[in-house]
């Protein structure tokens, strides 16, 4: 199913030209996640694998904040209910960190307000995190009885800022603002949030002036890296990645492009 088969009720969706800005748009519960923004937002992410046209997509919220994580108020029938059913609700949530991490073209946070439970785990699972002034983010379920490793979490929180800083978060449920998470590298940028678009923006033109199969491998590499067992697997996956974007048309005009001092006009071939 293409993305605009879907009458998106709870994301807002403008496309401009390679650059997609996604926004979470439940305002008035601080983008918390029910059923159907879970459901909207696993199809979007999903259907960015055979999207060709984008190539950024900025991830934001509507209104005072990022997203306050799942909505205990409307959490359809999964939760609370029997096993199976609490494990296919729970696995609908946490594949959408997968679905982000999978998607071939770079996505970046722009985060104010709360980012907390599943909205924490999406900022994470963005590739580049913005941060409004107002920012704060927490591990939120260990502070109402579940555990903090949720939505892909503890995987990725301790590979940002380390086994301590992430224990510390994940141990306690304690906000991380957005100073110290600049100061930790979580965040690459503090802005005043009203400045978040016009950051966003500034860093996703430098991302499409790279060639488009560039910008995707070298998404796709930086995963592997993550994961990579030892520096020559890590090498391999670069040498790889070099060869393809070598023998094509973009590489050749992006060198032209340099010595004759001019912008390249590249085609994907």
């Known amino acids: 199913m293409r993305r605009n088969a879907l009458d998106y009720r709870t994301l807002d969706v403008k496309q401009e030209g390679a650059l997609a800005w996604l926004t979470l748009n439940r305002p008035d519960a601080l983008n918390a996640m029910n059923p159907r923004l879970v459901d909207e937002l696993r199809h979007y992410f999903g259907a960015l694998a055979e999207d060709r046209e984008t190539r950024v997509v900025v991830l934001r919220g509507a209104g005072r904040g990022f997203c306050a994580g799942l909505d205990l108020k409307d959490h359809g029938d999964d939760v609370g209910g029997g096993v199976s059913a609490s494990m296919r609700g729970q696995r609908r949530v946490s594949e959408i960190a997968l679905l982000m991490r999978r998607a071939p073209q770079a996505i970046i946070a722009c985060v104010h307000g709360p980012a907390c439970g599943g909205g924490f785990a999406m900022a994470l699972a963005s590739d580049?995190?913005?941060?409004?002034?107002?920012?704060?983010?927490?591990?939120?379920?260990?502070?109402?009885?579940?555990?903090?490793?949720?939505?892909?979490?503890?995987?990725?929180?301790?590979?940002?800022?380390?086994?301590?800083?992430?224990?510390?978060?994940?141990?306690?449920?304690r906000f991380i603002h957005a100073e110290r998470a600049r100061d930790l590298g979580l965040v690459s940028r503090v802005v005043p949030d009203d400045q978040l678009e016009a950051a966003a923006r500034e860093l996703a033109g430098e991302m499409l002036a790279t060639t488009p199969?560039?910008?995707?491998?070298?998404k796709e590499c930086l995963n592997a890296s993550l994961d990579a067992g030892s520096l020559e697997q890590a090498i391999a996956m670069e040498d790889r990645n070099q060869v393809i974007c070598a023998r094509s048309k973009d590489f050749r005009e992006g060198v032209q492009a340099f010595l004759q001092k001019r912008t390249p006009e590249y085609s994907d071939a």
Do not use: K, Q
């Open 128 to 173: 580049v995190r913005i941060a409004g002034e107002s920012m704060r983010m927490n591990a939120a379920f260990i502070r109402i009885g579940l555990s903090a490793c949720d939505v892909g979490v503890s995987y990725l929180l301790p590979r940002l800022v380390g086994a301590s800083v992430a224990s510390e978060l994940m141990l306690t449920g």
């Open 213 to 218: 199969l560039g910008l995707r491998l070298t």
